[in-house]
């Protein structure tokens, strides 16, 4: 069965504190994203990566980074975490060529305090 | 900009009707719309549509896609309470950066 797993699925941190969100995929997609998820406002694109080493800047960059060192893991960090980047993080991936149909993880749901 | 748009954004309806949930859809370089579902944890695939009016089916539940009008409906009949989930719209953006551009979503609430 195909999986995208989320390390962390419930995480309290506080205002100013870096964040890591891991996320691991285990069926070889060369394509892997990341989104939040906010009451309102649907899902929207963080950061995306092609390419082991490679990563793009979706619709809402601003305050995260991502780093793919392994074709399996995508990472996202919040160098210094606020109270508005309290959110449900999902990560996806998909097959290079079809970054129409997506395979989710469970989510992280983030509160800053 | 690119655009997806749900309507509505909410729904109830009680178990046995229809409902027809809709997206709308101003991009760049269109490829494809994609319709998920979403219970409480991860969205899961339904449909890919990429050509105009032919109809996805999967038991209950079908789409189709009419380009002319950039919109397409979803329609799941004789709804149950395990239907009840946000339902999102997305638009797969083809180019040199491909990405999904995802509606609001609707919720849909089925009562018993």
């Known amino acids: 069965d195909v999986k995208v797993t989320q390390s962390s699925r419930y995480l309290v941190k506080r205002t100013g504190e870096k964040v890591f969100l891991e996320c691991v995929q285990d069926?070889?997609?060369?394509?892997m994203f990341w989104y939040r998820q906010d009451p309102g406002l649907g899902l929207r694109l963080i950061y995306f990566?092609?390419?082991?080493?490679?990563?793009e800047k979706g619709d809402i960059p601003e305050g995260y980074s991502v780093s793919r060192e392994k074709k399996e893991r995508f990472s996202l960090i919040l160098e210094s975490a606020s109270t508005n980047q309290t959110s449900m993080y999902l990560c996806?991936?998909?097959?290079?060529?079809?970054?129409?149909?997506?395979?989710f993880g469970e989510g992280s749901r983030l509160t800053v305090l | 900009e690119d655009k997806v748009v749900q309507s509505p954004l909410s729904l109830v309806v009680h178990e046995g009707d229809t409902v027809t949930l809709n997206c709308s859809y101003e991009?760049?370089?269109?490829?494809?719309l994609l319709w998920y579902k979403q219970e409480k944890k991860a969205p899961t695939f339904l449909f890919m549509l990429?050509?105009?009016?032919i109809e996805k089916k999967s038991g209950r539940l079908s789409s189709i896609l009419d380009k002319k009008e950039l919109s397409s409906i979803l329609n799941i009949t004789a709804t149950q309470t395990g239907d009840s989930a946000i339902y999102l719209c997305?638009?797969?953006?083809?180019?040199?950066?491909?990405?999904?551009?995802f509606g609001k979503g609707t919720k849909l609430t089925v009562n018993p």
């Open positions: 996806a991936s998909s097959l290079a060529g079809d970054a129409g149909e997506l395979f």
């Open positions: 069926m070889d997609h060369e394509n």
């Open positions: 990566s092609y390419d082991v080493k490679m990563k």
């Open positions: 991009v760049t370089n269109f490829r494809s």
């Open positions: 990429t050509s105009s009016g």
């Open positions: 997305a638009v797969w953006i083809q180019g040199g950066s491909e990405k999904l551009v």
